[in-house]
């Protein structure tokens, strides 16, 4: 079946213009996760979707950057006033979420972010 | 904040076991032991994870201390295309990742 699918695949932005980034999960994935990776560096986490439940957004940055999940599935990561420390790869993931158990994470192939 | 600590960088020769250490010394009752692995320019993927016991699959095996402490992950016959950067997460919940062990799989 298809896999977790993010568009668009690189996005060049002007510094001081909004970006709005999107991520398909894998259909019947309740988890959904937000991560961002600089050049040559780890994975941070930025926001976590779980179901119904309030999302845990403690990995946002600042609060230039906000997410939203509509209907469960598709989410939307907006990044308003991009500034060039934005750049990077941003990394959607979507998991069955039902518990540590069962938490294998689907990674999607990102978007590569530039802010000139 | 990753509740894990691995060694920045690793190597193997093509053909041996690599063994990957992981120390989560503050893991908790609940917490499972997830390992990902991330091959430049791509995603994460997926590898193995456990609670307590040690497991195996066709990828990997892992290796959970008694007291959960620590734990090993097993490549049994690396390859070059094995060379990638290796994340150890606790996690009874969302995925934290640390910065990895780069393992470096050489002819």
């Known amino acids: 079946g298809a896999g977790v699918s993010q568009s668009p695949s690189n996005k060049v932005t002007e510094k001081g213009k909004d970006v709005e980034l999107r991520c398909d999960p894998i259909?019947?994935?309740?988890?959904l996760y937000w991560y961002r990776q600089s050049l040559g560096q780890g994975l941070e986490f930025l926001i976590y979707?779980?179901?119904?439940?309030?999302?845990?957004k403690s990995g946002l940055p600042s609060d230039r950057f906000s997410a939203e999940r509509t209907g469960g599935s598709v989410s939307t990561l907006t990044i308003q006033r991009t500034q060039q420390e934005d750049s990077a790869v941003y990394l959607c993931a979507s998991s069955f979420g039902g518990g540590a158990a069962y938490n294998e994470q689907f990674f999607g192939p990102g978007t590569r972010l530039t802010v000139l | 904040d990753a509740k894990t600590t691995q060694p920045p960088s690793m190597d193997c020769a093509e053909g041996r076991a690599a063994n990957l250490p992981c120390n989560h010394s503050?893991?908790?009752?609940?917490?499972?032991v997830y390992w990902y692995r991330q091959i430049h320019s791509q995603g994460p993927q997926y590898i193995i994870h456990?609670?307590?016991n040690n497991e195996t699959n066709e990828m990997a095996s892992l290796i959970i201390t008694e007291d959960r402490k620590s734990s090993t992950l097993i490549l049994p016959h690396a390859t070059l295309r094995d060379t990638a950067v290796y994340y150890c997460?606790?996690?009874?919940?969302?995925?934290?990742f640390g910065a990895g062990t780069r393992l470096t799989v050489k002819p």
């Open positions: 259909s019947g994935h309740t988890a």
């Open positions: 456990g609670l307590k």
């Open positions: 997460i606790v996690t009874n919940n969302d995925m934290r």
């Open positions: 979707f779980q179901g119904n439940s309030a999302p845990d």
């Open positions: 503050t893991i908790s009752g609940n917490e499972y």
